[in-house]
């Protein structure tokens, strides 16, 4: 079965460098997500992205954050400068075409932690 | 704005026994309405999700889960438990984006953890 795949499973990064993270979403899928979830909290949506520019974020999405999809394969979340609150779990999904119809494909999540 | 309660914090079963999970949601509209499942490691795993038609909804593994548009729930249900169920579920109601189209996302409630008694 096709995958949504994230690297890396683990990140721990210093107060206020930037990090990257990657996702390979299901080659054929046409809508692409970032969400995230701060330990004990609820699993929150942060942006979703659809040929090739932002459709949606949310409030937590700021300046700090940017995506991109460099090369139509690879998804990227960027965090320009962390902060201690940033430190979570970050699911990238993906979805087709009539995506309500099918759901998300969720990738394992990369744990980002921020000391 | 939508909204996804799950009461249940953690649940507690014996293998063989019936589960069901609690899910209330709160949406302005016809709710699409879906359960995941996390284990450990794992990212999210769609377990099954509703749309309109038949309340009853039948998804992978075994689960059920019955829409009832008077009490605002969609609880999740399997009628004998294996020890592989272990694992965290959330409940999840979708709206469409501002942007149109079919794009669409998901508020999820707080998650119930299960746990599986041998």
């Known amino acids: 079965e096709p995958e949504v795949t994230q690297t890396p499973s683990h990140q721990v990064t210093q107060m206020g460098q930037e990090v990257i993270l990657r996702c390979v979403p299901i080659?054929?899928?046409?809508?692409f997500y970032w969400y995230r979830q701060i330990l004990g909290q609820k699993v929150e949506f942060l942006v979703s992205?659809?040929?090739?520019?932002?459709?949606?974020k949310s409030e937590i999405f700021d300046d700090q954050f940017s995506v991109e999809r460099p090369d139509g394969s690879n998804f990227t979340l960027k965090i320009r400068s962390t902060k201690l609150e940033d430190s979570a779990m970050y699911f990238c999904?993906?979805?087709?075409?009539?995506?309500?119809?099918?759901?998300?494909?969720f990738g394992s999540g990369t744990r980002l932690t921020v000391v | 704005a939508q909204s996804v309660t799950q009461p249940d914090i953690h649940i507690t079963v014996s293998e063989g026994a019936s589960l069901e999970l609690r899910c209330n949601y709160s949406y302005g509209a016809t709710p699409y309405l879906f359960w995941y499942v996390q284990s450990p490691g794992q990212g999210l795993q769609l377990l099954l999700k509703?749309?309109?038609?038949?309340?009853l909804v039948q998804g992978i593994k075994g689960f059920e889960a019955e829409f009832k548009r008077s009490q605002s729930s969609f609880n999740l249900r399997k009628p004998s438990v294996h020890w592989s169920d272990a694992a965290e579920y959330f409940c999840?109601?979708?709206?469409?984006?501002?942007?149109?189209?079919?794009?669409?996302?998901?508020?999820f409630g707080k998650g119930t953890l299960l746990t599986v008694n041998p």
């Open positions: 509703y749309f309109s038609g038949d309340t």
């Open positions: 999840a109601v979708g709206a469409f984006l501002n942007s149109g189209g079919s794009n669409y996302k998901l508020t």
């Open positions: 992205f659809y040929n090739n520019e932002i459709s949606e």
């Open positions: 999904a993906s979805s087709e075409w009539q995506a309500i119809n099918y759901g998300y494909t």
């Open positions: 080659s054929n899928h046409l809508y």
